[in-house]
Structure formats: C-alpha cells, structure tokens
C-alpha cells in the first residue's frame, strides 16, 4: 500500500505528519511525506526515515511573501487577499502534489484548507482514497463550540446556536475559498461544488489531538475519529552547552514562540519577567531570531532543540500555544504560561487554565508585569503537582492509532 502524506504549514504542521509516516512505513506502507522542503524539515524527515516530496514552497519564503503583501493590503481587502493566496496555493500545491502521488493508493491531508483542497482534487482525479487530518477540536464543525472567525467575515452578531454559525461557516468558506477552488475545478474540467468545506473535510475526519488536552464531545455535524497527538520520538541528546547549563544551577524557565513572528522585544520582556522572579532562562531563537538581551550568564539562547528532554527539566515552560509545544509541555509535566497569538492558540491557553497545569497569558501582547502575574500563578505548588498527575493521562501513541487505522481503512477498499 501507498500513502501520500501531505501538509503545508510550519513545524507544528510538519512534525506530526512525519511522525505519522514513521508509523506509516513500521507497520509495511510504502510512504512519501509532502511538506515544505525548508532544511529543517528536510532534516526532520531525514531523522524519521520517510522519503520527502517537497511541496509548492518553503514555507518560510512563503510566510515571508505574505506578510509583505499584508503589510502593503488596505485594511479592508484582507478577505480578497486572504482568497488570492488560497487560489495560488491550490494551483501550485496541485502540481506538486500530482507529482508526488504517483503510484499512491491513498492521500492523507493536513495544513491550510486551499493544500488540503489540492490534495482533495488530486485523490477524485486518480481514484485514492483520501482523508483529511486535525490538530485541534475547533477546526471541526460542532454543535459544542463556535467557528473560526475569519477576516472580513465576522459571525452574526446575536446569534448564540452554534448549529446556525456552522451553516454560515460554510457561506465564509465558500466565500474565501469557492473562487479558488472552483476555478482550479474548472481547469481540470470538473464541475462546481457548491460545498467546498464539506468536500475538503470529507467524511470521517481524523482528529489528532490528545483526548485530555483537546477532548472531542461527538456530534452528528462532525464523524470526528480522535487518534491522541502524532509525536515523533526524539533521541537527539541536549547540547553540552546547554547541558552545563542546566547542571550548574536551579531549573530555569524556558521561553519559546516557534514560528510565531512576535515583536523584538519578546526576548527582553520574558527574561525580565523571568529575572524578577529569581529565574534562569533557556530561550529558543524561533523564527523571531530571539536571543540573548546581555552577557549575564543566568541565560542560555538555543536553536531546534529537543523538547522532549529539555521540558522534564526546566521549572516552567513560556510558549505560544501552539499545539505541539502544549502537548510536549504537558507530557513532561511541566507547567506552562501560555501567550496566545493566532488560530487554535488562544483555545490550548483555555485548556492549559482549565487542567489547571499552567496560566493563559491575557492577551497577545506581555509586558514583564504581566508575564511575571502569569509566572506566579503557573509555578505555585499545586500547579506543579496538577502538571505531574496529568502528565500520566497523556496519550504518547497517537501516531501508532493513527496509522493502523489507516491500514485498515485503506485496506477494506
């Protein structure tokens, strides 16, 4: 059997995919993993062992492009933008994805919708099987919890039933995404679809996320099959640097934001917040470039790390609430201030409060006064002790589940 596994996205996207092909290739399929062919993900596919097929782009040139032509959009012509980027992702995600699906029975999908919409049309043209993969609940169409909020589409002021805002997600969807979608359809000689979520979304939906952090309440708008977190082991060993580190002196406080694009002065804001608590501080560079704010030496700055040997060893971990990061964060027990930016972050901060295994920072933007409130409530005794009891309800085989399903689903048809 032959598995394409496509995502488009950054390293929260990625890693979960190559650990699904990991699994994938263990139990006998024959895998291709398309994702942005940036040289950190070439590297992570390289570790795993699962032969990579790059995408359209590196994401990192593509976020990059992006954020330029929203800096230059009036503020009103987000939406049109927002849809001129979703017709480019289609088209040229399309060619790649053609490419890398040759010979392949089956498609598996993740990332942005318009990649996912590629990869959609790829498996109707050539006859695969294809399913649609999630890290989060509120992606997914429920009765339990509202939609996404999108640019330029705000949702009905007054209207509390949720079944009602799913149907006018729908009209949002086609409304950014129709165009693109429908024109690439047209291309190809293919007729319209008047429902492009429910055409990329398809029926069932696999939903890879950890029931404890990310519980999935069943729905009748939604066959949701929730797997856990898709993890890939790490045995990459700690820097020595690092390591002398971390054996000289008290648990220090790790601060991190992946590829959150923060502000400058995050750096500065965190390792004071964390100083004016009698703290050290590992700090990550992130696609931020954060680093160093002084020679002082109760800092260390570092790259692509090992979170699943540095959180068991740290007094609290500072992140953006990304879903990988939460659930690395949670598996080592440690406690966690989350600072929510974009997307499904400000929902894993809600979760983190509610377990009560860490603080939701409020709002995107911490002063030091404010990261250190956080700190405080985040490193008290009982959070650390709640952080351990839920550390041992963490699933750790979500990406094993994920793959033999899979096979068995693939292979009844």
Same mark, same amino acid.
């Given at each position: 059997m032959r598995i394409l596994l496509s995502t488009y996205g950054s390293r929260g996207d990625v890693e979960p995919v190559v650990a699904l092909g990991e699994r994938l290739q263990a139990l006998g399929a024959e895998v291709r993993v398309s994702v942005p062919g940036d040289e950190e993900f070439a590297a992570l596919c390289a570790r795993a062992g699962v032969p990579l097929a790059p995408a359209f782009s590196p994401v990192r040139e593509w976020v990059k492009e992006m954020i330029r032509r929203r800096r230059s959009a009036s503020p009103g012509s987000v939406a049109a933008l927002?849809?001129?980027?979703?017709?480019?992702?289609?088209?040229?995600?399309?060619?790649? &994805?053609?490419?890398?699906?040759?010979?392949?029975?089956?498609? @598996?999908?993740?990332? &942005? &919708? !318009? %990649?996912?919409a590629a990869a959609r049309l790829i498996a109707e043209q050539k006859g695969m099987r294809y399913i649609l993969g999630t890290f989060c609940p509120i992606w997914l169409p429920s009765a339990h919890h509202r939609p996404h909020e999108y640019p330029g589409h705000p949702l009905p002021a007054g209207v509390t039933d949720n079944r009602l805002l799913w149907k006018t997600d729908i009209a949002t969807k086609n409304?950014?995404?129709?165009?693109?979608?429908? %024109?690439?359809?047209?291309?190809?000689?293919?007729? +319209? @679809?008047?429902?492009?979520?429910?055409?990329?979304?398809g029926d069932p939906v696999l939903l890879a996320c950890d029931p404890m952090l990310g519980p999935w309440l069943p729905s009748d708008l939604t066959d949701a099959l929730q797997t856990g977190a898709w993890i890939l082991p790490d045995a990459r060993p700690l820097a020595d640097g690092l390591e002398a580190f971390l054996d000289v002196g008290s648990p220090p406080v790790y601060v991190g934001f992946g590829s959150i694009a923060v502000a400058s002065e995050a750096a500065r804001t965190a390792i004071e917040?964390?100083?004016?608590?009698g703290r050290r501080t590992v700090i990550a560079h992130g696609?931020?470039?954060?680093?160093?704010?002084?020679?002082?030496?109760?800092?260390f700055a570092v790259g692509d790390i090992?979170?699943?040997?540095?959180?068991?060893? /740290? +007094?609290?971990v500072i992140h953006h609430g990304g879903a990988g990061t939460t659930v690395a964060a949670a598996r080592a027990g440690a406690p966690q201030v989350v600072v929510p930016q974009?997307?499904?972050?400000?929902?894993?901060?809600?979760? @983190?409060?509610? &377990?009560?295994?860490?603080?939701?920072?409020?709002?995107?933007? !911490?002063?030091?006064?404010?990261?250190? /409130?956080?700190?405080?409530?985040?490193?008290? !005794?009982?959070?650390?002790?709640?952080?351990?009891e839920v550390t041992r309800l963490i699933r750790a085989d979500g990406a094993a589940v994920a793959a033999k399903l899979l096979i068995e689903m693939f292979s009844r048809t």
């Open positions: 927002i849809s001129g980027q979703a017709a480019e992702i289609v088209a040229r995600q399309y060619e790649a &994805l053609a490419a890398a699906a040759e010979g392949c029975d089956a498609v @598996v999908a993740c990332g &942005l &919708l !318009p %990649s996912c409304a950014l995404f129709g165009e693109a979608i429908n %024109s690439h359809r047209a291309s190809l000689g293919l007729p +319209a @679809v008047e429902n492009v979520r429910d055409y990329v979304f917040a964390i100083r004016a608590r696609w931020a470039e954060l680093g160093l704010i002084d020679d002082r030496d109760d800092c090992n979170q699943q040997a540095l959180f068991g060893r /740290v +007094a609290a974009i997307g499904d972050q400000p929902y894993w901060a809600r979760r @983190v409060a509610e &377990l009560g295994i860490g603080a939701a920072h409020d709002g995107p933007t !911490p002063t030091a006064e404010s990261l250190a /409130v956080a700190l405080d409530k985040a490193m008290v !005794p009982e959070t650390r002790t709640r952080a351990g």
